[in-house]
Every structure is written in C-alpha cells, then in structure tokens.
C-alpha cells in the first residue's frame, strides 16, 4: 500500500514536472518566435525619407554671402581648418565648401570641392577644385522627416558600412566590454557594476549586455519585475545564438532610444546625430561620440539641451574610459574633454508635420500601396526650406500682434500655403499656429467661407462672355433677391454706403458687395458655379445668389489650387508636393503625369489679373504694398466672410503664389477683416520670396487705355487725379470724360492720324 502511495507521488510530481518543463519549453520557443520573426522586421525595416529641394547654386542668384553660410549651416555644414566632407571655410566673401556624397533622385553625387564667390546680394560665381567655373551646383536635399515608420518611431538606419569604427568601440567600452565574448548575458559585469556604483554613490555603470538592451528597448515594457528580466536575458541568449555580433551592434546603433523631439522619438544613432548635431553620422568627432554614448544611460538626465552640465560631465567620464582601455589616447580624450558641447539649435532638419501630411496624402492617392510598403523609399519633394522658414516666421511674428490688438485672450489660429504658379508645386505649408506641432492640418482640412476670395471668380465669368471689361459701368446700389423659400435677400456693402456707378475694375479693387452681386445676377450662376470647377475644385458650389459674396466652404490647399490657375495665365495644373519616388536601388517609382490644361480663357484672365493688381494700388490690399520691396508688382484680394470670422488674402507675385487663412477653429468672429489680419502675414512672407514681379505679356488682342478710376470714362491726370491704366479688348468703344474729348492733344493727334492713314490707302 505504501509503496502504492509513493508510486503515485512519485508519478504526480514527474507529471508536474514535465509540466512545467514542458510550459518552461513552449514559452521559451514562443520567445524565440517573437525574437526571430520580428528582430527580421527590425533588422530591414527603414522608414520612408523625405527630402526638400535642394537648392542650387549659380551666378545671378540672389544670396548674400550671409544667407549661403546660413543654408550651409541649414545642411549641418561646419566652419573647419581641415578639408572633410560636410565642413567649409569663410574669407569674407569667398568660401571653401567640402561637399558632402548627395543622392538626388536620379543620381548620386560624390563629395567634391566647391569655391563659391558672394557678396551682400548675389553670388557671383562657382569653380570646382580645378579652378574651372561651373554653371550651377545643388546642395544635398535637406532631409525633413520620415513616412510609415516602424511601429510610429522615427529613425534614420546606418548600415554596417557607413557605422564610425569609433562607435562600436566606445559602446562596448562604456555599456558592455564583453560584448565579443559573452553569450548575451554578463555576470562578471552585474558584478563589476554593482562594485562600482556602490563606490560612487550613484550610477556610473550598468551590468545589462548590449544585447539585453536592445531587447529592452525594442521588446519589452518599462516594468522592472524579476519575471521581466528573466524574460529580458533568455531573450538576449536567443538572439545571440541566431544573430552574429555585427548583426546585434548594428541593430543597436540603429534601435536604442536617444531623446524625445516632441511627440517624436528620437531612435538610433543616425537620428541622434542629426538631432544633436545637425550632421550625418559619419561625421562624427571624438567628443560628439562619447556625448551620444553618454547619454544612452539617460537621454532625459543628461539631454544636452537642458542639462549641459551633467551631459559635459557624463560625456568626459566616457572620455575617461575610452583612454583608460586605450580606445583613444589620453591626450586625444583631453583635448576632446576640453570642448564645448557643440549641439546645434533645433534648426538642421527641421519638422514640417503640415507639409508632411501633404506628402503623404499625395503618396497614397497617386502611388500604389505595395510600392510604398518598400523600405529604403527617398522621397524628393518641392518643399523649399527658406520659403517654409518664411511662412513659420511669419505666423510667429504676426499671430501675437494681432492677438493683442484684438485682446483676445485666446490665439488666433492659421494656414498659409505658397505655390509655384507655373508648375504647380507647393514649396511651403503650414496648418497651424504651432507650425512644428502635428496635429490638425488647417491647410488641408479646415473648410471656411471664402469671402471676397470669390468675387474674382465672378468677375472673370463675366470677361469671358466678352460683354464686360474693367471700365464697364456697374451700379453699387441696392439689391434685393427673391429666394426660393420666399424670403428676400438684401446683400450690403462692408461700409454700409452705396456709391451709384462705378467701374468695373473699382468695384473688384474697392470689393464692392453690392456691385458684385449685380454682375453676378446677370452673368448668371451657372457659368459661376462652373468655374470653380474648371479651375480646379473638385466639386462645384451650390447655386444660390449668396455664392456671389463667397458663401462656399472652401479649404486653403482648394484656394490655393483654384488661384494658381489665375496666376498661371488661367492654365490648370494640379498641385503637388512630391517630385519623385526613389527605391533602395536607384530607380523611380512611375508617378502620374503632371498635365496642364486651359482652366479660363487667357485673354480674360490677364485682364483679370491687371485689375487685381489695382487691388494692391488702390484696393483693399495697398496697405500689405508697404513692406513689399520697392517696385514688385504684385496681385491678389482680400476675403472676409459673415460676422468677420474667416480673414482671407490670396496673392501672387511674378514667382509665388501665396494664400493666407486667419481664424478660430470654433468658427468665432475675429473682428478681422482680410486686410487687418491674413494680409499683414501675406506681406510678410512675400516680402521675403516674391522677387519677381507679375509682369505676364499682354494679348494683341488688348489695348491700354486711361481711366478715371472713380468714373470709368476715359480721360488723364490733367482732367482728373486718379487716373489708371487698365486694358480692353482691342477697338472697343469707350466713353470719354466731357473735360477731356477731343481736347485731349494725345487723343487729337491719334484722331488725325487714323484720317491720313484713311486718305492714303485705298
């Protein structure tokens, strides 16, 4: 009996221990599984990168010498005796530039010597090392950020061969001086740690393995319990018996957790270093190594931004021990030790989330999912970063002053969006006051009434039937309409006053609700409706008279589409932010044609445009004229919707096309109309980037001609003060002013002529 009952005992614990052998078996080989299938994922995932134009160099270009040292600094160019690639030397207006190895999208450009000649204007010319003048040169691309990254963590992945052999060597010194050798788990270095910290009260040292790090951080949680580092070091024991060395410290370099940017988490080494020091990693110098390897024990503790003091020390302590194990030599780590951090401000590499979002919004509609899941895509976009710069300064600068002249206690919010009008491209794009902050894209997504931003619309309606022209009468008086629920309809002027006739151009400069509405009514709104969509909306406006004074949602990305075909002549061209799709191997992705298309009949639309620069001459617009540069001529309106909710401005300069929206996102009046609050941010960003004024060829089919610009008629600045210049079609008969027909001696003379050129000819 008793043997009976040791029997069963016996078979009771061996099946509990088979048990749990067997439960210790099957989470192992579960811990393997994950190790394995998703340390493959992580070893050749690479986040998708994305580059702004480069910016190319030749004589003419207007960049002070000032300004080119800024872009090179942009770039993580630093000032250096020594000639290495990604370094430059300034002799007043000459310098020395070492370019760094650039991939563009279809080439790739080996380091080079660049001598570049500028002065407070312009640069006036570039030769390479031989002395030989070269007709242009781009910088690298500017790398703005990463798409569908691994598991919503940026990163910038270093392959074995671009890793400094500094690097590896400073790792295993500091973090794991056993790395060739052990299994994946140290005892002698938990040991060795724990001796060490005790003597230094704090700590100094860690006993946990490379590799159990890099389990740590792509793995597990932050929890510190016993069962969590049993998993860590079993974990770490598996990857070493399937990964090689070189496998596991690349992995590191690329994986391990550096500091926060933001919402943005700053992983690996290649990231760190154009985080910190606004350059690649190959780069490097001693102390800017031992400054990273440091501050993996702490990114928060000891980040170098808001911790100067504890990272210089934690960085010498690396010195210390890279000398020590004779990694470096010991005058070397002096010397190094003896240097100033050297972190660039936030500036190289900056975060665009806006145009970003745009970017990817593009990829998805115009690109095939599968091709985008590729790893190792460069994307080349036309994002220029001087313009993004102008823009962010802009809504820093402008916001908080009109915050304060309203005395609203809360902000107000905004969009701006720049084009190139001729190819459609957006080179600048921001969706919020806080420009670096993701979040909601105003630009994209944020669908407010337009205002006044319609009323060119109308007005080129009406050119096109050829009855209209800029000094055709209109009456700015009442209007009354009859809706079709049977109520009426009363429109007013923004000032309350009605001012009778009027000319056409005046009453678009001037926005003159009540004249507007008139033309409208007998243009009609169907042929309105319809121009929204021939110039590019995707959808056309409901057809309700209140559509004439701007009762249609639109948001800035649509205005901005819709009034790049007036800038453009009236040609369409849709709008776009990606260049080319560039996978690991060199070659591009096939991408949609960028087709152009007739929106609006070209003649209509220059005489549209000559009356929208009286906008900024006389209009609602002249007061944003001020800060603009001397003789730029420059086109654009002012939009402000019910209530003073919404403050609008599109304009366009001879290169730029910029719309502005100035709001609250709860739809709550600004007190703002467009002139007082989206103009002033408008300005301020042509002010810087719109060089080139509008100066569009005129048809042969118009004629110029002198009006008053209060009346229309015909006349010139000895009858009457206000004269302007605007065109008409060709032969079309005008009504001269009484004071000054046939007086005219201009117009006697053209009159005499036109009767001898009828006499001499048959």
Not at 487 to 501: A, V
Not at 682 to 688: A, F, G, I, L
Request: proline fraction near 6%; charged fraction near 25%.
């Amino acid at each position: 009996m008793n043997h009976d009952r040791k029997s069963r005992r016996r078979r009771i614990f061996l099946g509990a221990l088979l048990a749990v052998l067997a439960a210790v078996f099957t989470y192992i080989a579960w811990l393997e599984y994950v190790v394995t299938s998703e340390f493959k994922d992580l070893q050749w995932s690479e986040p998708t990168q994305v580059y702004a134009r480069p910016l190319e160099l030749h004589a003419g270009l207007q960049l002070s010498a000032n300004d080119f040292e800024q872009e090179l600094k942009r770039l993580g160019y630093r000032t250096s005796r020594s000639q290495r690639p990604g370094t430059y030397r300034r002799r007043g207006s000459e310098f020395d530039v070492d370019l760094r190895k650039a991939r563009f999208a279809d080439r790739i450009r080996e380091p080079s010597l660049l001598r570049v000649l500028a002065d407070r204007r312009a640069i006036h010319a570039i030769h390479n090392s031989e002395g030989r003048e070269l007709p242009g040169v781009p910088l690298e691309p500017l790398l703005i950020g990463n798409l569908f990254r691994v598991r919503g963590e940026d990163r910038i992945l270093v392959p074995p061969g671009d890793v400094p052999k500094l690097l590896p060597a400073a790792l295993k010194a500091v973090e794991d001086r056993n790395f060739d050798t052990h299994g994946g788990i140290d005892l002698k270095a938990i040991l060795r740690a724990a001796q060490a910290n005790l003597r230094a009260g704090r700590v100094e040292q860690g006993g946990s393995t490379l590799t159990q790090q890099l389990v740590k951080s792509y793995f597990l949680d932050k929890s510190r319990s016993f069962s969590r580092k049993l998993q860590e070091a079993i974990m770490a024991m598996q990857l070493e018996s399937r990964y090689t060395k070189t496998q596991l410290m690349t992995a590191y370099i690329n994986e391990i957790y550096l500091g926060q940017d933001g919402e943005r988490a700053i992983h690996g080494f290649g990231l760190a270093s154009r985080f910190y020091f606004g350059k690649p990693i190959d780069e490097l110098e001693l102390a800017e190594v031992a400054l990273l390897v440091g501050i993996v024990r702490g990114p928060s503790y000891y980040n170098p931004r808001t911790q100067p003091e504890r990272a210089i020390a934690r960085r010498n302590f690396v010195l210390a021990r890279l000398a020590d194990l004779e990694v470096v030599t010991e005058k070397e780590a002096a010397a190094a030790a003896k240097t100033p951090l050297g972190v660039v401000p936030r500036v190289a590499g900056n975060y665009y989330p806006a145009y970003l979002d745009y970017v990817r919004r593009e990829l998805e509609r115009d690109y095939d999912k599968q091709d985008l899941n590729q790893t190792g895509l460069r994307v080349f976009t036309s994002l220029d970063p001087r313009a993004q710069e102008a823009v962010e300064r802009a809504v820093d600068e402008e916001l908080p002053r009109l915050d304060a002249r309203q005395k609203k206690k809360r902000g107000l919010e905004s969009a701006l969006i720049v084009t190139l009008p001729e190819s459609g491209e957006v080179v600048a794009m921001v969706g919020g006051r806080k420009s670096q902050v993701a979040g909601f894209n105003r630009a994209l997504d944020a669908r407010r009434p337009i205002g006044s931003l319609v009323k060119p619309i109308v007005y080129l309606a009406a050119l096109e039937t050829g009855l209209y022209h800029a000094a055709s009468p209109l009456n700015d008086g009442p209007v009354e309409v009859r809706l079709a629920d049977g109520k009426n309809w009363r429109p007013q002027n923004f000032d309350r006053e009605m001012l009778g006739p009027l000319p056409l151009v005046r009453a678009l400069a001037d926005s003159r609700n009540l004249a507007t509405v008139q033309l409208g009514l007998e243009v009609g709104l169907t042929p309105i409706a319809r121009k929204f969509r021939a110039l590019g909306l995707d959808r056309e406006p409901a057809q309700v008279p209140s559509l004439l004074l701007g009762a249609v949602d639109l948001a800035p990305i649509e205005v901005a589409q819709i009034y790049n075909a007036l800038a453009n002549g009236g040609r369409h061209r849709a709008l776009r932010a990606v260049q080319a799709v560039a996978v690991s191997d060199g070659s591009l992705l096939q991408a949609p044609p960028s087709e152009m298309r007739a929106a609006a009949d070209a003649i209509a639309v220059y005489q549209l445009d000559r009356m929208l620069t009286e906008v900024m001459i006389r209009g609602t617009g002249r007061a944003g004229t001020a800060r603009l540069p001397a003789g730029l001529v420059t086109a654009g309106k002012t939009g402000t919707s019910s209530d003073l909710r919404d403050s609008w401005f599109a304009g366009f300069s001879g290169s730029h096309l910029v719309v502005v929206w100035v709001g609250h996102d709860d739809n709550a009046p600004t007190g703002l109309t467009g002139s007082q609050g989206a103009l002033p941010l408008w300005s301020n960003v042509m002010s810087e980037i719109g060089q080139k004024s509008w100066q569009a060829p005129m048809p042969a089919s118009l004629e110029e001609a002198r009006i008053s610009y209060a009346s229309g008629l015909v006349t010139d600045p000895d009858c009457v003060e206000d004269v302007i210049p605007v065109v008409v079609p060709r032969g079309t008969p005008l009504e001269y002013a009484d004071d000054c027909y046939p007086s005219d001696f201009d117009t006697f003379a053209e009159r005499i002529r036109d009767w001898w050129e009828r006499l001499t000819t048959d």
